[in-house]
């Protein structure tokens, strides 16, 4: 049987991270106003990998995500842009209209500078968790910006984690989010993007992580813990899926495995040539897809190498879950901590 | 996401800086630094209307070519939430026909964008503009109609059906998407809610969901939306899990027949988890069964999560040690 089993291909992979980060073609223009994201799951994805080494732009790429860090505690639109596509040269280093950061790319340039080793000391801390707080709404939820934008548990997990990297839970008021999230689980025990809707496995792992990053996971009852781990543990089917009677998909094997992990359940599933059902989506070019014989792309190579971590395949890093980083990025931001708390 | 980005070039399509009418206005190009990563080769196209983009927000223009030049934009990168922010901007500015830009917002969701945030949030705000929802179910049908999982769509649904009190039809419309597909875990979340929105869980509707569930099971057996929903139900029953004679009536002549749903089977384990913590010493739900369901499972019938069963079985065996324990103590 082994004959038949598909091998991991590290080297295939760190390649198609490089290129992404070299630059994309213009089919991928709606990737825009992401560049940041992007560029986050390449990083990460080589550090998995044990490949950031062969990067040689990490510097630039510091650089080039300070470019994009706003502050303007007037306007209360702190933190990172997404992509340089509102900035020109008048403008440069300068605060304007729409100049605004943005929740989740402010997480992602946050969680790549500490994965480049950066000491973060050219972020403006205080700003950022200022702006953070007038992003939640009275219900817990947070918005992605300051105008413009939907409101779901993904943006609540963003400022979560960009609390926890910046060592400040100023950011929001945890019981409100608390509150959210307890409201958000759904009759089955998985847990929605908000109230009433319909729970899925990406909004459970943004919940169950918001809920570690917090250190409030004991507000979940018994019934809702064992109910939560009894609805991720049916996720597993011939891969992970994110909503029950839905197909597989390469990327629910993180958003689904790592909130088994978070909760100390994964070790429930099969081991045995688990990370097949990730491998058929592996290209031979490098990269993973949603699913079989359909086009790799960024988030679903990064998800599937994180994916594989939890599964322990040979060649990649340990990942922490909670901030999805690798566990050596991890530790990294707990030694900037004790050097801000001057211990 | 972006199907409908340009990845040819439109060959109709005239530059804006070809364009006379708007001579007066200088392009005003991007500025990626020095090293940008993750550059993206962006079309002549591209780039040009977003050089005109950044011009009209340097001077804050909002005009009717401001207008067409947001709608270029959007179709370039329907990603871009300034782009929409600014063009709502617009629209009120000019006090525009906000009804146009419904029918032009629901073209893009329903041929193009049917997953996209920011088209979503887009007719969001309009609804809330306009205080008129009566074309909203129409919309999230039309783009149920091709999937019917869209999670955008139920969340749209939903927010204009609690926001307007649309509940009327809701429960035969859901009934039409089970029909179709039986699996649909969307639709059978939309029934959960709608009974939760409207007459909640009475005595009478209690029994009539436990049968709409039943009836369904009955037809798949190993259907998880419709267990999920069972038990979902049973959460307002005040006896629990284990005390529904209909429910327990139906399980146990299923189980006779030789069925082995996993999640019949994982239901019998819960309902004996509940009675041996409650202490009784029931004769169907019991330590003993329990056991033996998970052995059932684990050997056989959901070897996928084998360890899980086990560990369960030997939760359920603690909870009676305590139980005893403290019953002796008690004596």
């Given at each position: ?31 825009d106003t992401?560049r ?45 842009q997404g992509s340089s596509t509102l900035n ?256 | ?29 991007q500025?990626d ?17 977003f050089?005109?983009f950044r ?22 990168n329907?990603?871009n939430?300034t ?249």
């Amino acid at each position: 049987m082994d004959f038949y089993k598909i091998k991991f291909n590290p080297t295939a992979h760190k390649k198609y991270l490089l290129r992404i980060l070299r630059g994309l073609p213009p089919s991928l223009s709606s990737m825009d106003t992401h560049r940041v994201i992007l560029t986050y799951f390449a990083v990460s994805g080589l550090d998995l990998l044990n490949e950031l080494d062969s990067f040689p732009n990490k510097q630039a790429t510091i650089e080039w995500l300070y470019s994009l860090q706003v502050f303007d505690d007037s306007e209360l639109v702190s933190g990172f842009q997404g992509s340089s596509t509102l900035n020109t040269e008048l403008n440069q280093g300068q605060n304007a209209l729409y100049k605004w950061g943005h929740i989740a790319t402010t997480y992602s340039a946050l969680a790549t500078l500490v994965i480049l080793k950066d000491d973060l000391e050219r972020v403006h801390r205080k700003s950022i968790i200022k702006s953070l707080r007038s992003l939640q709404l009275p219900n817990g939820c947070f918005m992605g910006a300051k105008d413009g934008t939907e409101h779901d548990m993904r943006f609540v997990f963003c400022a979560a984690c960009i609390c926890y990297i910046l060592d400040d839970f100023s950011g929001m008021d945890i019981d409100r989010t608390v509150d959210f999230i307890l409201k958000s689980i759904s009759y089955d025990f998985g847990i929605a993007q908000g109230p009433q809707l319909e729970s899925h496995s990406g909004s459970t792992f943004c919940a169950v992580a918001t809920l570690a990053l917090t250190k409030q996971l004991h507000r979940l009852s018994p019934p809702q813990l064992e109910g939560l781990k009894r609805w991720l543990l049916n996720r597993f089917e011939n891969g992970f899926t994110g909503r029950p009677n839905k197909p597989s998909d390469t990327c629910y094997s993180f958003w689904t495995g790592g909130a088994l992990k978070i909760l100390n359940a994964y070790q429930f599933i099969e081991e045995k040539d688990n990370d097949q059902f990730i491998l058929v989506t592996q290209d031979r070019n490098g990269g993973f897809s949603k699913w079989v014989n359909t086009a790799p792309d960024a988030m679903h190579t990064y998800l599937g190498l994180a994916g594989l971590s939890f599964m322990n395949e040979t060649g990649i890093s340990s990942v922490f879950p909670d901030l999805n980083m690798s566990t050596r990025a991890h530790e990294h931001l707990l030694s900037l901590h004790r050097k801000w708390r001057g211990c | 996401m972006g199907e409908s980005s340009s990845d040819e070039s439109d060959t109709t399509f005239q530059l804006y800086k070809d364009r006379r009418e708007w001579k007066d206005v200088t392009p005003v190009p991007q500025d990626d630094g020095d090293q940008p990563i993750v550059a993206i080769d962006y079309t002549e196209q591209f780039k040009d209307v977003f050089d005109y983009f950044r011009a009209v927000l340097q001077s804050g223009e909002k005009s009717e070519r401001a207008l067409n030049l947001t709608k270029d934009a959007a179709a370039l990168n329907p990603a871009n939430y300034t782009v929409w922010q600014y063009r709502r901007e617009i629209l009120k500015a000019l006090n525009k026909d906000l009804n146009e830009e419904m029918d032009f917002i629901e073209k893009i969701i329903v041929y193009n964008q049917p997953k996209n945030y920011q088209v979503w949030h887009h007719r969001k705000v309009l609804v809330e503009w306009l205080q008129d929802a009566a074309k909203e179910k129409y919309l999230t049908e039309t783009v149920l109609a091709k999937d019917a999982k869209n999670y955008h769509a139920w969340q749209h649904r939903q927010w204009i059906i609690k926001t307007f009190n649309l509940y009327d039809g809701e429960l035969e419309y859901i009934d039409s998407l089970i029909s179709d597909d039986i699996r649909n875990n969307s639709a059978w979340n939309q029934r959960y809610f709608v009974v939760m929105g409207t007459t909640g869980f009475t005595e009478e509707v209690l029994n009539r969901e436990i049968d709409y569930a039943l009836s369904n099971i009955k037809v798949v057996t190993e259907n998880e939306s419709a267990w999920n929903y069972l038990r979902g139900v049973l959460l307002h029953d005040k006896c629990g899990l284990s005390r529904n004679k209909k429910v327990t009536e139906f399980c146990e002549e299923l189980y006779n027949s030789g069925n082995r749903s996993p999640f019949l089977l994982a239901l019998l384990v819960d309902m004996c988890s509940e009675q041996v913590s409650q202490g009784n010493e029931d004769p169907l739900y019991n330590l003993e069964r329990a056991k033996n369901l998970c052995n059932e499972l684990s050997e056989k019938y959901d070897t996928v999560r084998a360890k899980y069963w086990q560990f369960m079985a030997e939760t359920i065996e603690k909870k009676s040690k305590k139980e005893e324990s403290q019953v002796e103590a008690e004596n």
